[in-house]
């Protein structure tokens, strides 16, 4: 079988997934999103800044980004994912934390923590992008200083077709060479915060699947920006208040 | 040619861009690369003549010289007390700022304040790594007895308490209920119970819709509607 179209019916092999963002879904959290893509759903919770412990950890210079990407038990398509930390959740955390760490500006908020949850109840691939993405919005919402959202977005080669935003499917796809390349960029300057990369590609296809994963991650930010907006919105346009005393 | 490229008063969110050419200056939240303006945090945008700046919307209190706060006891030291303040930082109470009273050597702090205690106080001084000195001695500054503790969002202080206190002086005129605002967020308010209620919904009220204009008619209406009904 060879692979000339996409198996869930997308018209082109750069169309994204259905796309919903949410900022503002957990009331208790100082800032919260979902973000789902596909049948991939991630929820990012944000908590802080607020005081870290143990002390040894705490850095005098600047608050502290900690990030924890969690599959639940029943997200996955096959057998039950078994909770809790495992070796490829740690090393996700880590990468989401060096994708979101360049925009955010802690230096206000010496000896604290942001910690930042990443909740899959679903997935269905790019679930390390559809968290970033969520925990971009989260932070945001959170009111931290930082200069850019973030956008994700996997890319990759599929038998000899460049695709953006491979599902299960496509990803497991076995009579023919596959690469999985997950990207986080700031849409403002067009930098990498995230790429890694799952299988072989040649030299030039790598640079045209980078290509593609720029405009998608601006129709992502497009999305992103839309969520915040949405749900701030009927804020615009009030006076400053009163004074303070 | 210098543009401006949002509206002001818009909701901006981080790397937006905000305006183009060398005439506009970025103030707070905003940044500058290159020829842009660009926002580096969620809120709203402010032009000031030439300057741009962000008012946030979202994002917990942080200890500001000058600020009134509520704290909480949460530890007693050898000469002072540790209280939280619905923000990440700590702060300290010292001996000398507690109380115009002598107190001995040695004698039982708890006396004084108890682990626990709501107290209305005033940051002296903020360090740059947020070490955070607090005083009682001004005036109103005192320790909470009764009444309940509520936390708003923190942005939305300013609304509550309105032009020169005016939006609070109306609740606690109508409603015959003592309220404390602290700026970090936590408001004390002490009366009859179901006056505390009308109260607290009236501040519920302005923290949702703190930001149309009328306000202050439209708390009015709502204060004057409940206490007809409690009359009834």
């Not at chain 2, 004698?107 to 903020?126: E, F, P, R």
């Not at chain 2, 519920?204 to 007809?228: P, Q, Y």
Request: proline share 5%; with cysteine; charged share 25%.
């Amino acid at each position: 079988m060879a692979y000339t179209k996409r198996f869930d019916g997308r018209k082109s092999f750069s169309d994204l997934r259905p796309i919903e963002a949410k900022a503002g879904v957990v009331p208790r959290a100082h800032g919260s999103a979902l973000f789902r893509i596909g049948n991939t759903i991630a929820y990012a919770t944000v908590y802080g800044p607020r005081e870290l412990h143990p002390k040894f950890m705490q850095n005098p210079k600047t608050g502290v980004l900690r990030c924890s990407y969690n599959m639940m038990p029943f997200s996955g398509a096959g057998e039950r994912v078994k909770p809790g930390p495992n070796r490829r959740a740690k090393e996700i955390s880590l990468v989401t934390e060096k994708a979101l760490l360049p925009v955010l500006d802690l230096s206000d908020y010496p000896n604290t923590v942001v910690d930042v949850f990443i909740d899959l109840p679903q997935t269905d691939a790019g679930s390390r992008c559809a968290g970033i993405c969520a925990a971009s919005i989260a932070l945001a919402d959170a009111g931290l200083p930082m200069k850019d959202l973030v956008a994700a977005i996997a890319v990759g080669k599929v038998d000899d077709k460049l695709v953006v935003d491979l599902d299960y499917q496509e990803e497991a796809y076995e009579d023919g060479p596959v690469a999985d390349i997950p990207v986080a960029m700031l849409p403002s300057t067009g930098e990498y915060t995230l790429l890694q990369m799952d299988g072989d590609i040649h030299k030039d296809e790598l640079y045209k699947a980078l290509e593609l994963a720029k405009d998608a991650c601006n129709k992502i930010y497009e999305i992103q920006k839309t969520a915040l907006k949405e749900k701030y919105k009927g804020q615009e346009g009030g006076d400053e208040g009163g004074d303070v005393e | 040619m210098s543009e401006l490229k949002v509206s002001d008063k818009a909701i901006v969110v981080p790397g937006e861009l905000l305006a183009q050419g060398m005439d506009f200056l970025p103030s707070f939240g905003t940044y500058r690369i290159k020829e842009d303006i660009r926002a580096a945090r969620l809120g709203l945008l402010k032009v000031d003549g030439k300057v741009l700046k962000i008012i946030p919307l979202s994002g917990r209190y942080i200890p500001k010289r000058g600020d009134t706060i509520i704290g909480q006891v949460s530890d007693i030291m050898i000469a002072g007390w540790r209280l939280s303040t619905n923000s990440p930082y700590e702060a300290v109470l010292g001996m000398k700022d507690a109380t115009s009273e002598f107190i001995e050597r040695g004698s039982d702090l708890s006396k004084y304040y108890a682990l626990g205690d709501y107290i209305v106080t005033k940051i002296i001084n903020v360090t740059s790594q947020k070490l955070v000195d607090i005083t009682m001695r001004g005036p109103g500054l005192r320790k909470l007895l009764g009444g309940r503790v509520i936390e708003v969002n923190t942005n939305k202080v300013p609304r509550i308490i309105g032009k020169l206190g005016s939006m609070v002086s109306m609740i606690k005129d109508a409603t015959g209920v003592k309220i404390v605002v602290g700026q970090n967020g936590l408001i004390w308010l002490e009366g009859e119970a179901h006056m505390e209620n009308i109260a607290v919904e009236a501040i519920r009220k302005i923290e949702k819709e703190g930001h149309l204009s009328g306000l202050t008619d439209k708390i009015k209406d709502f204060l004057t509607n409940k206490l007809k009904e409690v009359t009834k």
